[in-house]
């Protein structure tokens, strides 16, 4: 069965530590999302892919980048990480231009920093 | 303004209920409506999904889009544990490579 995966499930990290959050998926879906989660803000999203080499800054980019090499791949990079970068992270996935925004979500990274 | 506002709750009901949430928007653009539940610890799925306006049903569920009101509900009919999760609204201007607007989610416990 097609799935999207993230990993590492769990981090604990310093502050001013790079960071990098993985995300697959094998749907072979050419539009991929990250978004934190936190209380209070709910979804916001931090950035957006809509195929190979392709890269966008969503809502709260600042402190993370991404990169598209692959259509399975879109890892998540925190530069120098930040104590309000603590947050559950979600990567998701869609088809693209299938008129239906159906997004299927990962099971998120829990990432403390310190 | 936010864009998407929705009820924080949480809301607690007993099984059987009849639960309605509901989400209010700004942008006249947004056409195509959606609601996700997350279970906790989990990601989201989507639950319902509506095109413009009308109603929805999908089993105990009911999504309704009121274009005219900028409002959208979600129904539950005879509410079980089970349905115990967040439920976020979410809404998008076109389908196609659009990013979803969502709200804050509410946390939905029903007590056996």
């Known amino acids: 069965d097609a799935e999207i995966t993230q990993s590492p499930r769990h981090k604990i990290t310093e502050t001013g530590r790079q960071v990098t959050l993985a995300c697959h998926q094998t749907?072979?879906?050419?539009?991929m999302f990250w978004y934190r989660q936190d209380l209070g803000h709910g979804l916001r999203l931090i950035h957006y892919?809509?195929?190979?080499?392709?890269?966008n800054k969503g809502e709260v980019s600042d402190g993370y980048s991404v990169s598209r090499s692959n259509t399975e791949d879109l890892p998540l990079t925190l530069e120098s990480a930040a104590s309000s970068q603590t947050s559950v992270y979600f990567c998701?996935?869609?088809?693209?231009?299938?008129?239906?925004?159906?997004?299927?979500f990962g099971p998120g990274t829990r990432l403390l920093v310190l | 303004q936010k864009e998407v506002e929705q009820d924080p709750g949480p809301l607690s009901v007993p099984e059987g209920a009849i639960v309605s949430l509901n989400c209010t928007y700004s942008?006249?653009?947004?056409?195509?409506f959606m609601w996700y539940r997350q279970y906790s610890r989990k990601g989201p799925e989507l639950l319902m999904y509506?095109?413009?306006?009308g109603n929805k049903e999908d089993g105990r569920f009911t999504a309704q889009v009121d274009k005219s009101s900028k409002y959208i509900s979600l129904f539950i009919r005879d509410s079980q544990p089970s349905d115990s999760a967040t439920y976020l609204c979410?809404?998008?201007?076109?389908?196609?490579?659009?990013?979803?607007?969502f709200g804050k989610g509410i946390t939905l416990s029903v007590r056996p």
């Open positions: 998701a996935s869609s088809e693209s231009g299938s008129g239906e925004e159906t997004q299927y």
């Open positions: 749907w072979n879906h050419n539009n």
């Open positions: 892919s809509y195929g190979v080499q392709d890269t």
């Open positions: 942008n006249s653009a947004f056409q195509y």
């Open positions: 509506t095109y413009s306006s």
């Open positions: 979410a809404m998008t201007h076109t389908g196609a490579n659009s990013k979803l607007t």
